[in-house]
């Protein structure tokens, strides 16, 4: 089981508390990870990804472990801390602004 901790917004979006569990099939990658999360929650497409080109969004950061992975590719896989639901997989609004 792999967790993840959404930003507010996107759980309200989702309709869900705190913390989502997802089973991973195969490695757990931020790709694997956003697929099952885009599959058990339809009305999040397109949120933190690209509908077509899958990319991220701009202003969306992928955290595991403390470390910043959202410029690493997104089939690289997750450290084992994550990859076990030791530790959270965060998914992170970032902020702009002068």
Known sequence: ?????LP???????????EVLLDIA???????VLDSLEARYPMLRGTIRDHTTKQRRPFIRFFAC?????????DTPLPPTV????E?????GAMAGG
């Open 66 to 74: 403390e470390q910043d992975v959202s410029h690493e590719s997104t």
């Open 83 to 86: 990859a076990s639901g030791a």
């Open 8 to 18: 507010q917004h996107l759980r309200t979006l989702a309709r869900v508390d705190g």
């Open 88 to 92: 959270p997989l965060l998914i992170v």
């Open 26 to 32: 195969g490695p757990a990658t931020v790709n694997s």
């Open 1 to 5: 089981m792999v967790r993840v901790i």
